[in-house]
């Protein structure tokens, strides 16, 4: 969530929510962390212990690289806020030394680096457990969540199999982190692992594959992923329609496909468009300003609404 709203912060600039709500979120949540986290005195860090990250089906773990990653991005916001922010709340942490204590947070919270082998630890325990021999029968399998009928939760957690996307996700939200290849191999190991069993996971997967330039398997993951609502595959969507996986649609032809990624002064593309696309058109807001985009293999022309000329080229 507290990644989401930087997120909108940049592309905004909106002070106002950030003055009446942006910042209170990030500080409070911040200070949720802080209290979440455990030291671990014999190794000198921060942990953060028995938590489920984002797949459900790796329950009870410690350090989990995703949360403990998000939590740390989490925190520096505050410690932004703090630095930078004139307002009640603001005031009253840095009176109480939240400042230097988010600092320290961060200076000592362990964040997993990729092994040897450039994989990302999903948890401390994840990587050592054992494999799935017969896998492709529940990727394959005509029913959700197959695998409940012939495990026990408790032997599901003790195997390297996924319901959907967990340090994926992390290699998403923050690319910068890691090089090219470190991503490669991440995405390639634990998609092999994943049932896909959750209605969130294809559409992580489609943007992910696209972002490494495996464009089949990411055109492949986007098409079952349009299906969940409109196929048979998932056959609960009378109740309702799967409404995070359509977002989740919409990030992967926006983040995946055109490559859509902004640091706050501007909005850059890296476009991985599928071989039978010719382009990608849509509007988005920057700043209180509407501007529309034809994203291409070769860059995108992006122009505004009130502009006359043919637009700039990025």
């Known amino acids: 969530i507290i990644y989401g709203l930087i997120s909108y912060y940049r592309a905004t600039g909106d002070r106002n929510f950030m003055d009446q709500y942006g910042c209170r979120m990030i500080l409070e949540t911040a200070v949720f962390w802080y209290s979440r986290a455990v030291w671990n005195g014999d190794k000198r860090r921060f942990e953060i212990r028995d938590v489920i990250g984002p797949d459900e089906y790796t329950e009870h773990v410690d350090n989990n690289a995703y949360t403990n990653y998000m939590a740390f991005e989490n925190v520096k916001a505050a410690g932004q806020v703090l630095a930078s922010w004139d307002n009640p709340l603001a005031d009253s942490c840095r009176k109480e030394g939240w400042s230097e204590r988010f600092d320290h947070f961060l200076r000592h919270l362990y964040l997993p680096e990729p092994n ?105 993951f986007f098409h079952q992923a349009m299906e969940i609502d409109l196929g048979m595959s998932y056959k609960d969507s009378a109740e309702g329609i799967h409404a995070a996986s359509l977002g989740g649609i919409v990030n992967c032809i926006l983040r995946g496909f055109a490559g859509i990624k902004t640091d706050g002064n501007m909005f850059r593309f890296t476009p991985h468009l599928p071989d039978h696309w010719q382009s990608i058109r849509f509007s988005f807001m920057d700043h209180g300003r509407k501007k529309t985009a034809v994203v291409t293999s070769e860059g995108a022309a992006v122009t505004a609404e009130e502009d006359d000329d043919t637009g700039v080229y990025i």
């Open 116 to 220: 040897e082998e450039k994989l990302i630890p999903q948890d401390d325990t994840f990587l050592s457990k054992k494999k799935l021999s017969n896998i492709e029968k529940y990727r394959n399998a005509d029913v959700r969540q197959l695998i409940l009928k012939d495990y026990s939760r408790n032997q599901v957690v003790d195997m390297q199999v996924l319901k959907q996307a967990d340090v994926v996700m992390l290699l998403e939200l923050l690319p910068e982190r890691f090089d090219a290849e470190t991503v490669k191999k991440n995405v390639e190991y634990y998609e092999a692992l994943n049932t896909h069993d959750s209605s969130l996971s294809l559409c992580a997967h489609a943007e992910a594959e696209a972002v490494i330039g495996e464009m089949d398997k990411a055109v492949g």
